[in-house]
């Protein structure tokens, strides 16, 4: 019926969107460490209490099944939750949609007690939970609260509009609400991190990948869907309309404490690490950026844990920012990396600017300076000293110097990449521009013939 | 940014010019002196009457004495002072006195001495020296005068003036009445105090004059004996601790003898056995040292003494063809697979003064894997970047790779290694490896860091366990810190010292004239500059900062410190990097010669700091009246007062600099050429280390740099952890291609980049390169050819002994 149900959803819309909606999802959970629990007749007592009172809480939405964890995964769990891997847990023909591994160990007087997930469809793990209790008595509320803390809530994007930043998501088993009211899985303020699976014919996955950068964050909830916003630093993210065999799929993501690593690479081979380049973060408006710090030699910089839960970071190097706000939920991803254009050549020309528009901000200072000066000469008759302020004048830099200097160094900058050539022409077209209008000969020209009229006046 | 938005809104704040400055001196009224009068005579007849005084012109006499007897009949003829024109005839007999002028200037000498007021006593006196000298009872006259001055001086407690002035009485008249007990009191008093200070060496000297003058004085005879039995004392002391072999105590008492009495019988002697034994040496330095120093490029002091204490792992030796020159004093160091591997051998039994554990391989790699870590206090980005994985192939040998080839990775390795538990190796916190211990005041022999003050001594004593020791090495070397050079030179040449570490150049001519000195010039010249500190307003902006650059006539404040010969290789730097002392001169190879120094400008100076001033203005009170608006001003509000006359204040600026003679003269000129521009510096001097940044309440720090290697150092200089904090995003990209830089050529190209940025964007305010030297006693061999610094070769060092604490 499943599989029917399945392949129905494969090819239909209206109906897919129904069934997606009123089915459950088939959690497995696996115990391990039955040792810490203790008899092998107190680990089936647990497992069974927890089974009853997750069912108690949860009702209809999850359709549960709680079991050992089977032999093979017993000491990898136990020992080390973080090293789980999708393919150790998968059987060939899952069916699951979410396995939980639930560990229990005993660490010194205290009991922990660790559940981490597998969505099977996105083949993505959630972090560990972890609880710790001083007594027996309490494993079973301890479990069901990290088995609970644990679940992902997973959705279908039903649609996005980029120009607006909205998402829609339906939720899987929207229709069938947790028996307890008061479990709510999905609320505004909720985070997604959408995820594409690209299938085969039969349904199975080819590739499964999360889409970088790319966050969504829920604003209101029905039972039809969930209306998110969108933060993605992609400029077009593949997830307006729907495309073949690909699914586009959101997980629900909680941030953590965890600090996360950022690599900035050059986009162009051999990928060199950038650094150097600064990231920002930005606040309640796209000017309010505030420095974190800057990429170390080898391109990384590590994330300061901050108070937000979702931020935004930004890239800039120099004036320049390169990328769009990136959206980070706090501590999802331990390691994060991007490539960008390296900026260093349109940096390196941008500093050549700015210090040719101080050498050309102090010579029209000086031109104006003796301007001045040769007027007040002119007002006390002293000609001879108004010329020599006229001769200093001439023998400034002019424009036509200038200009020779400009094309020498944007001949020593240019570049074979197009894009990076039109940035650094813009920068040296800009000065170019003043350039002209600041060191034009006419001024001192006028100044010129200003001093002859007036000394032929005074003659007379 | 964009161009225009820059360039127009310079425009609308406008240019100011240079704003007249009114000058007045205000006027002054003074009571004229006799002697600054027209001169005249008084003449008193014996008749009472109108005309019985009468002012004259001075009258012609020989020799300005009234003759003794004249005839009835014989006149004399005047000239009223206030009609000259006619000329009286007077007969002598009618004649009471003559009241001349210059006794009349005499006797109102005599009233002020009595009064006091001896400066200006003695401008009547030099007055009548010059112009009456033969004036009757002027020498006398000038005695008085002396004396009494002398004896107001000594009531004052100014026991050395009032001695002087009776020196010179005694020069005048020693047989003056009294004049024996007067100079008995005074010199009593100063032989007193000296000797309480123990300057015996003065109360020597002031005894001796004495004893010159009066032989017999019983001041003289107490003393004398007082001093041959302190004398006595000490060379008691000495002789018992040579006899034991406690040459440290043989020698400081041998020293005490030597001011005491150095002609004791037997002194000389016990001088020559003990110097042979435990040589040592005193050297004057300008800048003392410090526990706490850590600035290696700004400190001197630093860079100086580390050198007795500590081997590092490289030491620079000077500037080489490419590049500084290295040795590696521990051991070896080796560059291998074209540059991508350097191998470092220690030599065994390397141990701390205390005779600590031996430095192994595991202690190497450890050091060099902390200079990669952010809070190492040698942390080096450069070398950070650099390393990739380090090795330890056996107890003494450490591989370390490099991610790719660098053109002087040792320059990054001049850094301290002690074991590892034996504490941080921090300069004069560690223990020491070197030729000497630290002194008893560092932090690590837990005693008090000295105060600094002129006079104040340091002493460095030999390192027994030191594995370099040399046969025949000094056994001591005491610093004695000065303020002003030339009491160090007079020292020095009196014996005192044997070295100076640094003398201004103005002093060069004349001490190249010193027969028994010598003068040295080290390899490196200082780069001196201001950093800015980028925390503060206006000078954050570069515009303010290219101001300042304009504002400071360099050039002749160069010339001041040069003194009128110039001194090669002193010249204006475009940037934070040696020019060295020519094209050829490899020390020069990150200098773009091409950059010229920006020349004076003062009013273009004006224009720019003037404009930034006011934008920081507006800028403040658009920030204010943003975060609260208050109530609007009334409209009959009164004016407010009119400002004070004079050049108006656009800001003021504090600059912090290290309390060194040279600086203080440069410091000084600075701040007065920027006042002319109403730029307002606040100077804040210092004694003690030089910070590793601008302190936060300071626009700028006065620094003299030693930069040795500029391919190394411009990243501790511009770079983020380096000393300006940091500059432009284009300055930061062109440091870390520096870093990558595989050859010389491309770290050239690489500098020359970086000396633009820094010269454009003023990231420092290139001030001059000065040459410093040194200046010793000929006696004193093994200070080395053109030395980094002054204990390059201090194990080499060979002091003969020069006996005698006077000589002249």
Excluded at chain 1, 206 to 223: M, N
Excluded at chain 2, 39 to 68: F, I, S
Excluded at chain 2, 247 to 257: Q, T
Aim: proline share 8%; net charge neutral; glycine share 6%.
């Amino acid at each position: 019926m499943i599989w029917a149900l399945g392949g129905i959803y494969q090819r239909a819309g209206a109906t897919d969107q129904s069934v997606w909606q009123l089915t459950p999802y088939r959690v497995q959970i696996a115990v391990a460490g039955d040792a810490a629990i203790g008899s092998p007749e107190a680990a089936e007592a647990f497992r069974s209490a927890l089974q009853t009172q997750l069912e108690t809480v949860v009702g209809a939405l999850w359709q549960l099944t709680v079991a050992p964890a089977p032999p093979a995964l017993q000491w990898p769990a136990v020992d080390s939750m973080e090293t789980l891997t999708a393919e150790g847990l998968l059987k060939p023909d899952e069916k699951a949609d979410k396995i939980i591994v639930l560990t229990v160990t005993e660490e010194g007087c205290t009991l922990r007690v660790a559940a981490r997930e597998l969505d099977v469809r996105t083949r993505r793990f959630g972090p560990v939970i972890a609880k710790t209790v001083w007594q027996r008595g309490k494993l079973r509320d301890a479990a069901t609260d990290a088995v609970l803390e644990a679940f992902a809530p997973l959705a279908m994007i039903d649609g996005a509009d980029l120009k607006k930043g909205t998402v829609v998501l339906r939720l899987k088993a929207a229709a069938l609400p947790p028996r307890d009211p008061n479990l709510v899985f999905v609320r505004p303020g909720t985070y997604f991190q959408p995820i594409l699976r690209y299938n085969d014919r039969d349904g199975n996955p080819l590739k499964i990948e999360p889409l970088p950068w790319t966050i969504f964050e829920t604003e209101s909830v029905s039972p039809e869907q969930v209306a998110c916003k969108l933060y993605t630093g992609l400029r077009a993210p593949p997830i307006v309309r729907r495309r073949g065999r690909m699914e586009q799929l959101a997980l629900g993501v909680r941030p953590s404490t965890a600090a996360s690593t950022l690599e900035l690479r050059a986009r162009a081979e051999p990928k060199p690490p950038l650094a150097g380049y600064e990231i920002y973060e930005q606040g309640s408006s796209p000017k309010d950026l505030k420095l974190l710090g800057r990429t170390d030699p080898r391109g990384r910089f590590v994330i300061p844990p901050g108070k937000a839960s979702l931020r935004l970071l930004m890239v800039k190097n120099g004036q320049r920012p390169l990328s769009k706000p990136l959206p980070l939920v706090r501590g999802l991803e331990p390691e994060l990396s991007i490539e960008i254009p390296s900026d260093d050549a349109r940096l390196q020309a941008e500093g050549v600017v700015i210090g040719l528009v101080d050498e050309l901000i102090d010579i029209v200072g000086r031109r104006k300076v003796l301007a001045a000066r040769i007027k007040i000469a002119m007002k006390n008759n002293d000609w001879q000293k108004a010329r020599q302020f006229l001769r200093e004048l001439r023998n400034l830099p002019d424009g036509q110097r200038f200009l020779y200097r400009l094309a020498d160094e944007k001949k020593r900058l240019s570049s074979r990449d197009r894009m990076l050539q039109k940035q650094i022409d813009e920068l040296f077209n800009e000065l170019q521009k003043n350039i002209v209008k600041y060191l034009s000969p006419e001024e001192i020209d006028a100044l010129e013939i200003q001093l002859e009229e007036a000394q032929a006046s005074k003659k007379k | 940014m964009t161009f225009p938005k820059i360039i127009g809104g310079w425009f609308r704040r406008g240019i100011f010019l240079l704003p007249a400055m009114m000058i007045y001196c205000p006027a002054f009224a003074a009571e004229t002196p006799i002697y600054e009068q027209d001169p005249y005579d008084v003449v008193t007849l014996k008749e009472p009457g109108e005309n019985q005084v009468l002012k004259v012109l001075p009258l012609d006499l020989p020799e300005r004495k009234v003759p003794e007897r004249t005839r009835p009949g014989v006149k004399i003829r005047l000239r009223f002072y206030d009609d000259p024109g006619k000329l009286f005839e007077v007969d002598w007999t009618a004649i009471k006195d003559v009241d001349f002028f210059e006794q009349r200037i005499l006797k109102q000498a005599g009233e002020l001495a009595a009064a006091g007021k001896f400066e200006d006593v003695y401008n009547y006196l030099c007055f009548l020296r010059e112009k009456y000298p033969k004036t009757p009872g002027l020498g006398k006259g000038w005695e008085d005068a002396l004396y009494e001055e002398a004896k107001v001086t000594y009531s004052r407690g100014e026991y050395d003036g009032a001695l002087a002035l009776l020196r010179e009485v005694y020069a005048r008249n020693p047989k003056r009445p009294e004049l024996e007990k007067a100079l008995g009191m005074a010199t009593e008093k100063l032989v007193s105090g000296y000797m309480a200070q123990k300057r015996y060496a003065a109360a020597r000297i002031i005894l001796d004059e004495l004893r010159s003058e009066f032989p017999e004085h019983p001041t003289v005879t107490a003393w004398t004996e007082r001093l041959k039995a302190e004398a006595a004392q000490a060379f008691q002391a000495a002789e018992t601790a040579a006899q034991s072999g406690d040459w440290s105590a043989a020698d400081r008492n041998c020293l005490l003898l030597g001011t005491i009495w150095p002609d004791y019988p037997g002194a000389k002697k016990l001088a020559e056995t003990i110097h042979s034994k435990y040589p040592r040496v005193a050297v004057g330095v300008m800048t003392p040292w410090s526990p706490r120093a850590s600035n290696r490029l700004a400190d001197e002091a630093l860079r100086r003494t580390s050198r007795l204490c500590y081997r590092t792992l490289t030491e620079y030796l000077g500037p080489g063809a490419e590049g500084g020159q290295y040795r590696c004093p521990l051991g070896e160091i080796r560059r291998e697979n074209l540059g991508r591997k350097l191998l470092v051998r220690l030599q065994p039994d390397i141990r701390t003064a205390g005779g600590g554990a031996a430095l192994t391989g595991y202690d190497l790699a450890h050091r060099l894997r902390e200079m990669t870590r952010p809070g190492d206090p040698d942390y080096s980005p450069a070398w950070s970047e650099l390393l990739q994985s380090l090795q330890v192939k056996d107890v003494y040998t450490v591989e370390a790779e490099l991610r790719h080839s660098s053109v002087c990775p040792e320059a990054l390795l001049q850094t301290p290694v002690v074991p590892q538990d034996e504490g941080p190796p921090v300069f004069f916190q560690a223990p020491a490896d070197g030729p000497f211990r630290l002194p008893a005041s560092s932090p690590a022999a837990k005693a008090e860091d000295p105060s600094g003050k002129a006079g104040a001594e340091i002493t460095f004593t030999v390192n027994p366990d030191y594995f370099a020791a040399q046969p025949g090495q000094l056994q001591q070397i005491v610093e004695r810190y000065y303020t002003l050079s030339a009491n160090a030179v007079s020292d020095l040449k009196h014996g005192q010292l044997q070295a100076v570490d640094r003398v201004p150049l103005w002093e060069l001519p004349r001490l190249q004239e010193e027969a028994e000195l010598a003068v040295g010039r080290y390899a490196v010249p200082r780069v001196h500059c201001l950093i800015p500190n980028l925390r503060r307003p206006l000078v954050s902006e570069r515009t303010f900062r290219r101001a300042l650059v304009y504002g400071i006539n360099r050039e002749a404040i160069l010339k001041q410190l040069v003194g009128p010969q110039p001194v090669e290789g002193c010249c204006l730097l475009s940037g934070p990097f040696p020019a060295g002392s020519g094209l050829d001169d490899p020390l020069s190879y990150a200098y773009d010669v091409r950059i010229a120094p920006r020349p004076y400008d003062p009013r273009l100076a004006l224009a720019l700091a003037a404009s930034e001033a006011l934008a920081a203005k507006e800028d403040g009170a658009k920030e204010k009246s943003q975060t609260t608006a208050g109530p609007p001003p009334k409209a009959n509000a009164k004016p407010a007062a009119p400002k004070e006359k004079g050049p108006r204040t656009i800001a003021t600026l504090t600059l912090a600099y290290p309390d060194d003679e040279v600086i203080r003269v440069a410091c000084t000129s600075i701040k007065k050429q920027l006042a002319v521009l109403g730029l307002k510096i606040e100077l804040r001097p210092f004694t003690g280390p030089v910070p590793e940044k601008v302190p936060e309440d300071a626009d700028l720090l006065y620094v003299a740099l030693v930069v040795g290697e500029p391919a190394a150092d411009a990243g501790a200089i511009l770079g983020e952890s380096g000393m300006t904090g940091g500059g432009s995003p284009y300055l930061r990209l062109a440091l870390r291609q520096l870093d990558e830089a595989t050859n010389w050529e491309e770290a050239q190209r690489r500098l020359y980049r970086i000396h633009r940025l820094a010269h454009e964007e003023v990231a420092v305010i290139p001030l001059w390169q000065l040459y410093d030297f040194y200046v010793y006693r000929k006696g004193l061999n093994g200070i080395g050819r053109n030395p980094v610094s002054l204990y390059q070769n201090i194990e080499q060092w060979q002091a003969p002994l020069e006996y005698s604490a006077e000589k002249k």
